[in-house]
């Protein structure tokens, strides 16, 4: 069973830079897309990043391109999001999550990711 821990979240200024990681443990991310997702209070949960077994190839959400960027070490089976001029909108609980199976373009629904973490809270002052 494959284990996904997050870390890394806290409180920041709009501005600020945070650095998530997501630690796997059970098994490895084995070749699939890693992703993270965030959910705000109220809203649904919603993609944010995507990457690749290789890490040649990521995906974005809008917004967050140009100010987010995902990274994976399988040899440590981790995946980070390095989170740069952070906004009060970006606060939400992160996760990531593993795809559940192996797809050219990863798919952007949640539904489609089988194993998650407990999520790592962000929290972007004004």
């Known amino acids: 069973q494959l284990q996904l821990v997050e870390s890394g979240g806290g409180l920041v200024q709009a501005g600020g830079s945070l650095r998530l990681s997501c630690a796997a443990s059970?098994?490895?991310?084995?070749?699939?897309?890693m992703g993270w997702f965030r959910q705000a209070p109220g809203k649904e949960r919603e993609f944010v990043a995507a990457?690749?077994?290789?890490?040649?190839?990521?995906y974005y959400a809008d917004s967050v391109k140009g100010r987010f960027t995902i990274s994976r070490d399988n040899a440590k089976n981790t995946v980070d999001l390095q989170m740069n001029s952070l906004k009060p909108l970006d606060t939400a609980v992160y996760y990531c999550?593993?795809?559940?199976?192996?797809?050219?373009?990863?798919?952007?629904?949640?539904?489609?990711?089988?194993?998650w973490g407990q999520g790592t809270q962000v929290t972007v002052s004004s």
């Open positions: 999550a593993r795809l559940s199976r192996r797809m050219v373009v990863p798919s952007r629904s949640q539904r489609e990711y089988d194993f």
């Open positions: 059970g098994r490895t991310f084995g070749t699939y897309f």
């Open positions: 990457i690749s077994w290789s890490g040649g190839t990521t």
